[in-house]
């Protein structure tokens, strides 16, 4: 099993020389005090050591032993529980949470690198503690003062985690259906019953309690989704000095055996009239639950570029030492009885691949964060709701077009090893079984694609989309030398698709839906093609400094906009194709 290096070089040219966050930080009064280029730079330095060093180890062995269930208590393999200790006395579970409870109150665009490492490291490791942050940060947006002050301060130290209680055997996509109920009680407290299924760390030996976040309806609710409310419902019965008490009425009836991620335990959980407290209003639970379920897109689409770094720095090592076959060019090692493999134009276009869109992910993973920054701590209204549009606009973008990219670039690695790649010694097949979830969970990747085109940009007449159009229209033009004028194009393609598609929406019910797909990758072409302009102008500024590194920068976005990029042609055809052809068979004809 490889090793797996922090991509440190990188990150710190997105973070301090694409972006200057360290610019940004100094103006926002909140970010000020807490953070500056050394302190983010120390933070990536101790948070590579902490993934390569303790995570990145148990991957493999986490993945063969998996987690265990026996008679409600889950297991999880061997090496875990000391190793999330250490993890959490590091405070990672905090880092962006709010220092008032505890958490260390850094931005978020310093966060999505150290996400990145995390799940580069070990998906299934990385979602125990991905869930805890996003639990906190929904009771801290939405829980009253006494929730907040007993529950926060023991989750962002790691002795509480979280998880995320919505799905239902009958109910997933669909949340207007689920069938848990919460009964008042005299205390002001609710009992919770129901059972939710394929909840992560749902049940695990890793935390003293868990935080469960539950949505469930009550008695008189309306149905449908404005009858939901979410209620925080711990495992173990907390007194008011914060000591644990009795075990609530909350069982792990089993776990599930799945294609990746084995070390994650997905759990089957049973309320029994448990106890729950009711997290902001009733009826409201949906919009609350959101704020914990948009920070886990961003974090699941973080996934796909995490997984994808870790499978490109295999296949790297490995096509420069694998000798097969003469170049086409005729020989490169004369001296041995093959070239390696990266010589061949087919290897080279795979790793090329790989490089474009992790990095470009990468880039686009660091503006969004930049833009929730602005949403959460700049002093000027406008800035503040532009960049909450521009958030709203992208998370989805960001969740499928990471992770749909992350296994292409997965399978990339894995083809990159031949047969080596199909088999367990190389770690590409884990990668590949591991990253496929991040398509599926958190809604699924075709949900996030109705919910950009449908809500995002239709039901707004496309509002949103202007904004972010404007922004990079702005940099296209400024960056003629540095791919402006493909990124241009690309822009105009995006917007003549999107304004063809509000037409058709007037008229035509399954326009969107038919479209959706295909839109969200033309949509993160054009992402990335802007994350590429953006890298290709600083790199081509320091070009001087070190050939080596901006060099590199330049050919890879070369590579973008020549080779990836016209992929936005041919997506093009396929949404103005429109939904007819989907609709040539009746279901029976299938
Ligand atoms: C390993 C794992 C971990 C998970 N962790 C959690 C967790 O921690 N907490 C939690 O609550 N849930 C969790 N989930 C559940 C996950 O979020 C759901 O599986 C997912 O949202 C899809 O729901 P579903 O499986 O019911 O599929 P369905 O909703 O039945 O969807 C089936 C297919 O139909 C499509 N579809 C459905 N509705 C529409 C529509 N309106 N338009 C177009 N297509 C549609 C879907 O895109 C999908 O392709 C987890 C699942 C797994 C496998």
């Known amino acids: 099993m490889p090793e797996f290096n922090a991509p440190l070089r990188d990150m710190r040219f997105v973070l301090h020389e694409v972006f200057q966050a360290p610019n940004l930080w100094a103006r926002l009064p909140a970010l000020a005090e807490t953070v500056d280029a050394d302190t983010a730079d120390a933070i990536l330095e101790e948070a590579a050591k902490v993934t390569g060093g303790l995570i990145a180890p148990l991957n493999r062995s986490g993945d063969e032993e998996g987690a265990q269930w026996h008679d409600g208590v889950v297991t999880t393999p061997q090496g875990f529980k000391e190793a999330y200790a250490t993890y959490t006395e590091g405070g990672w579970v905090g880092l962006s949470g709010n220092p008032e409870y505890g958490g260390m109150g850094m931005p978020k665009m310093l966060a999505v690198a150290f996400e990145e490492m995390l799940y580069a490291a070990g998906s299934s490791f990385a979602l125990y503690s991905a869930l805890s942050s996003g639990a906190c940060l929904a009771i801290d947006a939405h829980a009253s003062e006494e929730l907040k002050s007993t529950y926060l301060p023991p989750m962002y130290e790691g002795r509480w985690a979280g998880s995320m209680c919505l799905t239902e055997a009958h109910a997933g996509t669909d949340l207007g259906i689920i069938r848990t109920r919460a009964e008042p009680q005299a205390d002001g407290s609710y009992k919770v019953t129901g059972s939710k299924i394929f909840i992560t760390g749902g049940e695990q030996d890793l935390t003293e309690n868990i935080i469960h976040l539950v949505l469930a309806k009550l008695p008189d609710a309306p149905a449908g989704p404005k009858g939901i409310s979410l209620f925080l419902v711990p495992k173990v019965m907390v007194g008011a000095d914060g000591s644990l008490g009795e075990r609530n009425a909350v069982s792990c009836g089993s776990i599930e055996h799945k294609m990746g991620i084995k070390a994650s335990a997905t759990c089957v959980m049973n309320f029994d009239g448990a106890t729950g407290y009711l997290i902001g209003e009733v009826n409201r639970g949906l919009a609350a639950m959101f704020t914990m379920m948009n920070y886990e897109r961003l974090s699941i689409g973080i996934q796909g570029i995490g997984c994808a770094e870790a499978s490109y720095q295999s296949a790297v090592a490995y096509a420069r030492d694998r000798l097969q076959s003469r170049a086409p060019t005729g020989p490169v090692a004369k001296d041995k009885l093959a070239d390696p493999i990266i010589v061949h134009p087919d290897v080279r276009r795979m790793l090329l691949t790989m490089k474009a869109m992790t990095e470009g992910g990468r880039a686009f993973a660091c ?201 936005t042609l041919s997506l093009e055809a396929s949404i103005r194709a429109g939904s007819q052809p989907l609709y040539g068979l009746a279901a029976e004809q299938f």
């Not at 367990?424 to 599926?440: M, N, T």
């Not at 033309?522 to 901006?550: C, I, S, T």
């Open 367 to 567: 503006y969004v964060g930049q833009q929730l920054d602005l949403a959460k701590y700049a002093d000027d209204t406008d800035e503040r709701q532009n960049a909450e549009a521009l958030v709203a606009l992208l998370t989805p973008v960001a969740k499928a077009f990471f992770t749909d990219t992350g296994l292409e670039s997965c399978v990339h690695g894995q083809q990159v090893f031949g047969g080596h790649g199909y088999i367990r010694e190389w770690g590409q097949e884990q990668l590949v079984r591991d990253v496929r979830i991040a398509q599926i969970y958190e809604g699924t990747n075709g949900i996030q694609a109705l919910d950009l085109l449908g809500r995002k940009v239709v039901a707004n007449g496309g509002a949103a989309l202007r904004l972010f159009a404007a922004e990079v229209r702005a940099f296209a033009h400024d960056h003629e030398a540095t791919y402006g004028a493909l990124l241009l194009e690309a822009l105009e393609r995006l917007e003549a698709v999107s304004g063809w598609l509000l037409e058709q929406a007037k008229t035509e019910p399954n326009a969107v839906g038919a479209a959706s797909v295909e839109y969200l990758h033309l949509f993160g072409y054009v992402a990335y093609a802007y994350m590429w302009a953006r890298m290709a102008a600083v790199a081509q500024n320091k070009q001087a400094e070190d050939e080596a590194f901006y060099g590199g920068k330049l050919a890879t976005a070369e590579f973008f906009f020549t080779r990836l990029l016209p992929r």
